[in-house]
């Protein structure tokens, strides 16, 4: 799932207008002060760190670092800092960046931060003598604050912004006291062993240059494109890439000893004279680097062999040392030994070392031997109760878990002493049984719990709960639950069958909703997405929340499935869906279709509000029910009363399900605002209407032949036999949203439909399942709908008495049904015409007027 809508944050003296970027730990909003001014605020918020120490960590860097920002050209000035406690976030307002057409010309509403990144997507690359005057600006920066013990952390074009024409370094948010050395910054743009050194900014600053100066992605360093230049520019130019090569050394000590002496390269004047003679060799190494590549794979391919017989050697060139002691040293798969450990790798080769002990983090240490002198590593290491890669695991329960390819997973099946826990915690009842299992030749009996799913899935949620508030979990870990399939003792172990599926399962079949079951723990990982469109500056949003125009990149989006809706007045909306994978950069791309008016009798694929209608006798009727969204622009224009929210547990984003929780009386006054807003487009003629189905249109649209009975009371069920789908019962799979299992588990439903499988446990989004003949979906399930008509005729009161309640009509069934009765084509429920329900909404029609 994607995090949580966040509205505009109160920052004091400001009025905050809009995003207009986001970072890994922040949004940045554009806001107006009070005299006036336009502002940038970084907004960073306490719940996207893993840690709260992560978190006052880095507030206490930018307050170090605020007095420091108005005393060098190079960085961005911050004006104020504060922190919202209550609201868990704290800001900083800086100056805003130039537009990237206009420059200090700043339109609030059309307004594009000029920032590196943004004028390389506009120009590809950009010349030699700019790319060497912007370097020679952020070099002395970065000098600047690193002589303030003070490092970036992640120098990339997005974070070089121009401010009056001069490029500064923006995002300070990650600024860090020097030797800082949480991992942190932008694939291709971190040096190898890490950030958190000045050396480690310079190789940063040095791929912004070679990407800016080539047109060239950084991961295809060293390669350089032919060069057209002549005269000085070509000077230039070679005076540029000499630097970019010392600057991307691939080890440290290869780069320049300090970004001063970086800024003294690109101007072409000389470095201090310890540096001379290796900046003479580092100009005529740029060129050697390109002849090195090759020789550099094959030397790979030997590196591990020689590694290993370097290690018998009988001086030692490397000691490591931890506190406390006793931690594995592994180089890759090749476990080394423990700590203190004294090595020797071989000369000229670099090697990275692991280290792991039980309840510490782990730490990764790079290594370059030498003859000339020998190196020692003194680490304290930082105590953690978060699983460790290729670690055993102990949880706050004692329960332990071992490393495996996906993560960790409980060693044992879940024993009742665990479970016993949870129900002592929470209260609740229980259901189950006890199973002694026996773990192999020799070893105690296990006692497992076998329990339904539902109360499988709750305890996983308690346990992470709990693990997350004593930190043995992060907010990104998370428990998931894997059924065990047991063989009960007396029979063979699992262990010692050849597929422990097919076995006897022991009298766990009583119920197949019953199961043993392991834990898995998950850790939630991230990838970035570009949206992009044509034409572009179309509005996105997700889950109702405006996130930009396009084109537009989200650097940090949750693995997964994702879903963005595109909207623009003159267009029809768009719903783009992806898949974010971890460390990659999904692209998703909209050909948006300008919006045409109605025609009756065609297919109508996308109104204002992007609703499919189909043609049937002489309206046009909705292809699916009332989508979440199209309500809530709805409440937006009128300020009416928002629905209910049911979204649990759905994949297709919370705005693609049927709106709930909306009487009869309501859903007709959507239909009037919809009936105004397409006259006033000119998209359905001045006589044209939306409403609601009538009780007769909407038997047309589920299929019913002509029905006896002149009321929905009168008509209530007398066709037998006929389903919305067809003639068969139970129904068959993926048909409809109906009362299935998923349900059963996740919404503790009493009643399902035996065997019936649809993927959604609530609410599906309103098109993921199957359409009729006719073309449209969700007929039998997903929500009941209203329609126009009322059940029977409302006998007047007798003097009195108050007035009688009228009786609304709604048909369908909806993810809670599960009889047959109830799913009939012809049933109908008599329902208060003002009765608000999480099962029930409504559809449309479009009728002509006459």
């Known amino acids: 799932m994607q995090p949580k809508p966040r509205t505009a944050p109160d920052i004091r003296d400001h009025e905050t207008l809009r995003i207009i970027g986001r970072g890994a730990f922040g949004e940045v909003w554009m806001a107006r002060s009070v005299t006036g001014m336009l502002r940038a605020v970084k907004v960073v918020w306490r719940e996207d760190y893993d840690r709260p120490d992560s978190f006052e960590r880095e507030f206490e860097a930018i307050k170090r670092f605020e007095p420091i920002s108005r005393r060098h050209e190079a960085l961005v000035p911050i004006l104020q800092v504060g922190r919202n406690d209550q609201e868990g976030f704290y800001y900083y307002v800086m100056e805003l960046a130039d537009d990237l057409e206009k420059g200090r010309d700043i339109q609030a509403d059309s307004y594009q931060p000029h920032t590196l990144g943004l004028q390389m997507k506009r120009d590809k690359c950009v010349r030699a003598e700019q790319c060497i005057q912007f370097g020679v600006t952020i070099a002395e920066g970065l000098d600047y604050l690193h002589r303030s013990k003070l490092i970036h952390r992640d120098v990339k074009p997005s974070n070089l912004i121009f401010i009056d024409g001069v490029c500064r370094l923006a995002d300070i948010g990650l600024v860090a006291l020097l030797g800082q050395r949480s991992f942190v910054g932008t694939e291709g743009f971190v040096a190898p062993e890490g950030p958190g050194t000045a050396a480690s900014d310079i190789f940063s600053l040095g791929m912004v240059l070679y990407e800016a100066s080539t047109g060239k992605d950084r991961l295809d360093f060293p390669d350089l494109p032919s060069c057209t230049e002549t005269g000085s520019a070509l000077e230039s130019w070679r005076r540029l890439q000499d630097v970019v090569c010392t600057a991307c050394a691939p080890q440290a000590r290869g780069r320049f000893i300090s970004a001063r002496e970086m800024a003294l390269a690109l101007r072409g004047q000389p470095l201090p004279s310890s540096r001379r003679v290796l900046w003479t060799w580092a100009a005529i190494g740029s060129v050697a680097l390109l002849l090195a590549v090759g020789f550099g794979m094959w030397l790979a391919q030997n590196r591990r062999a020689r590694t290993l017989v370097a290690m018998s050697n009988t001086v030692p060139h490397l000691k490591i040392i931890t506190q406390p002691a006793g931690a594995t040293v592994f180089a890759g798969e090749d476990q080394l030994g423990v700590t203190p450990l004294e090595l020797n790798p071989a000369e000229g080769v670099p090697v990275i070392y692991q280290l792991r002990l039980p309840g510490y983090k782990q730490v990764e240490i790079e290594h370059r031997a030498s003859d000339e002198k020998s190196a020692v590593f003194d680490l304290k290491l930082e105590p953690s109760r978060l699983p460790q890669k290729g670690e055993r695991w102990l949880n706050s329960l004692g329960m332990v878990f071992k490393p495996g390819a996906g993560g960790h997973i409980s060693a044992e099946p879940v024993e009742m002493k665990y479970f016993k826990r ?429």
């Open 422 to 850: 949870f129900l002592e915690a929470t209260g609740r009842s229980f259901e189950g049984k006890v199973v002694r299992y026996q773990r192999g030749k020799d070893q105690e009996s296990a006692y497992l719990v076998v329990v339904p799913d539902g109360d499988a899935e709750a305890f996983r949620y308690w346990l992470t709960d709990r693990d997350r508030s004593e930190a043995y979990l992060s907010q990104e870990h998370h428990y998931e639950v894997e059924p065990f399939y047991f063989v009960e003792s007396g029979q063979p172990s699992p262990d010692d069958m050849p597929d422990a599926k097919d076995t006897d399962r022991g009298d766990q079949a009583e119920d197949k909703n019953w199961r043993a079951f392991h834990l898995r723990v998950e850790r939630q990982t991230y990838g970035s997405v570009i949206v992009q469109s044509q034409p572009e500056k179309v509005r996105v949003y997700q889950h109702d929340e405006f996130l930009g125009e396009t084109p537009l990149e989200l650097p940090r989006v949750r693995t997964g499935p994702v879903e963005f809706e595109l909207r623009e007045e003159g267009f029809a909306d768009v719903v783009l869906e992806g898949e974010v994978r971890e460390g990659e950069q999904s692209e998703l791309f909209a050909d948006m279709q300008t919006r045409k008016a109605v025609t009756f009798g065609r297919q109508w694929k996308a109104n204002s509000l992007g609703m499919n209608l189909v043609p049937l006798g002489d309206v046009m009727f909705s292809a699916w029910e009332t989508r979440h969204r199209d309500y809530m622009e709805y409440c937006k224009a009128t300020q009416a009363r928002r629905p209910m929210r049911l979204d649990a547990g759905n994949k297709g984003g919370a705005g693609t399900v049927p709106v709930v929780g909306v009487d009869r009386t309501e859903a007709r006054a959507f239909c009037a605002w919809l009936t105004e807003r397409e006259r006033n487009a000119g998209l359905i003629g001045p006589k044209d209407l939306y409403r609601l189905p009538t009780d007769e249109e909407w038997s047309r649209a589920v299929g019913l032949p002509l029905e006896r009975g002149t009321t929905p009371e009168e008509r209530n069920s007398r066709i037998r036999g006929i389903y919305p789908w067809g003639f068969d019962w139970p129904p068959p799979e993926d048909v409809e949203n109906l009362a299935d299992m998923n349900a059963a588990r996740k919404a503790s439903l009493e009643n399902t439909i035996p065997g019936y499988e649809d993927k959604f446990p609530f609410l599906a989004p309103v098109a993921a399942l199957r359409a009729n003949e006719r073309g449209i979906y969700g007929l039998g399930g997903n929500v009941s709908e209203w329609v126009d008509t009322d059940y029977a005729p409302t006998p007047p009161a007798k003097p009195d008495e108050p007035a009688r309640p009228v009786l609304g009509t709604t048909r369908g069934g909806n993810w809670r049904s599960s009889t047959q009765e109830e799913l009939l084509s012809s049933a109908r429920t008599p329902v208060p015409s003002d009765a608000r329900r999480n099962t029930l909404g409504f559809r449309v029609v479009l009728a002509h007027g006459k």
